[in-house]
């Protein structure tokens, strides 16, 4: 029965760490300790001309240190938001002489509104609440109200929240980090924005700070499922390669009766040197292969986990990764096919571990 009442009420927010939960406490006390107080000031002190903090304010402070990535506690949220709401607010108040209908009509009116100018803020709807309901001394302000205390506030709640939740080493206003290198890319920026549009709801997330997050998703996934498999299990160990001082001819020839257009180039300890193509043979001529020589090739180690080469094979600057032991040395070599072929049998391995896990 509990179950059946917590399905219908829905899910909440996770549980905070405790010291995510005391750095939003302590910030939003001080944020706010700071606002009053400066606010106090700029008015004179004088309590009678009207409140210096309100309700809302308080629900503000909520998305600034609680949850400052929302796109709805970015600084344009607040003091847009909480303005607009004010403005909405009281021009009901001054033309609808029924409360209740005036509240009800302010609220609906000022969620439009902020909808429609990008400045959506949930405790904007209480102000434009507050702004109806207040009591006299909300009322008597007018559209004093909006200025003081509604955007005075909020405009100091947001100057507090910059400085406050930089010093606790969070990023306010909210930039969406940069994708990790390396970052999987399984689906392009169209893709995700085709999936916003289906989803047809309001995610309390940036779109930016979604995309981040999908692809850190993939990188762990395709860590957690390579990482168990290294280079030595899936490298070919009988590579085809050509001396530094053997002539380009020779090795174009070489090349050309294996039916291969790269090969890794070796000294005669067998350490790489670097890769040569048949197109930079054919014009070296006479000379050695080391005219034609290319230095640059991605070296791996046999204990390497595959998922180091997903950057090195993926992104199409390269067709292979060289096996190499600590002196140099070739062991194998692995090229986009291998990989291609060992992360195909690594996703059958883990969708039918997961098909018999939920049977």
């Keep these: 029965m509990i179950a059946r009442l ?23 006390l001080a944020g706010l300790a700071l606002t009053g107080l400066i606010a106090r000031f700029i008015g004179g002190g004088d309590l009678a001309l009207g409140p210096l903090l309100v309700g809302p304010i308080g629900a503000s402070a909520v998305l600034v240190f609680a949850a400052p990535a929302s ?24 033309l609808i002489p029924e409360p209740f209908a005036a509240a009800a009509i302010a609220v609906a009116l000022a969620i439009a509104a902020m909808a429609l100018t990008g400045c959506l803020h949930p405790p904007g709807g209480a102000t434009a609440l507050t702004a109806v309901i207040g009591g006299p001394a909300v009322v008597g302000l007018g559209f004093g109200f909006v200025l003081v205390p509604v955007a005075l506030c909020s405009i100091l709640l947001v100057l507090a929240g910059i400085g406050l939740n930089r010093a606790m080493g969070r990023s306010y206003p909210h930039k969406a980090p ?31 700070d979604l995309d981040a997050l999908f692809r850190e998703v993939e990188l762990q996934a395709h860590r957690r499922l390579h990482s168990v498999i290294f280079c030595a299990d899936i490298m070919s160990r009988d590579v085809v390669t050509v001396n530094v001082d053997q002539s380009a001819e020779s090795a174009f020839a070489f090349l050309q009766s294996h039916d291969m257009r790269t ?31 290319d230095p640059f090739v991605h070296k791996v180690r046999e204990s390497t986990p595959i998922e180091a080469l997903l950057p090195i094979l993926s992104g199409g600057a390269a067709h292979e990764a060289l096996v190499v032991d600590a002196s140099g040395v070739i062991q194998g070599i692995i090229t986009q096919t291998d990989l291609l072929a060992v992360l195909y049998r690594a996703h059958v391995v883990e969708a039918v571990v997961s098909d018999r896990k939920a049977a």
């Design 263 to 293: 090969a890794p180039v070796i000294d005669s300890e067998r350490r790489v040197v670097g890769m040569v193509r048949r197109a930079e043979l054919l014009t070296a001529g006479h000379r050695a292969v080391e005219a034609a020589l």
């Design 6 to 28: 917590f399905d219908l009420v829905g899910s909440g927010t996770p549980a905070f760490r405790l010291s995510d939960a005391a750095r939003a406490g302590l910030g939003a």
């Design 178 to 208: 940069a994708p990790t290198p390396g970052a999987g890319a399984g689906y392009a920026p169209v893709d995700l924005d085709r999936a916003l549009a289906q989803y047809g709801e309001l995610l309390d997330v940036s779109r930016d």
């Design 71 to 94: 796109p709805l506690a970015q600084p344009r949220a607040v003091v847009g938001g909480n303005a607009l709401s004010a403005v909405i607010g009281v021009a009901c108040a001054a």
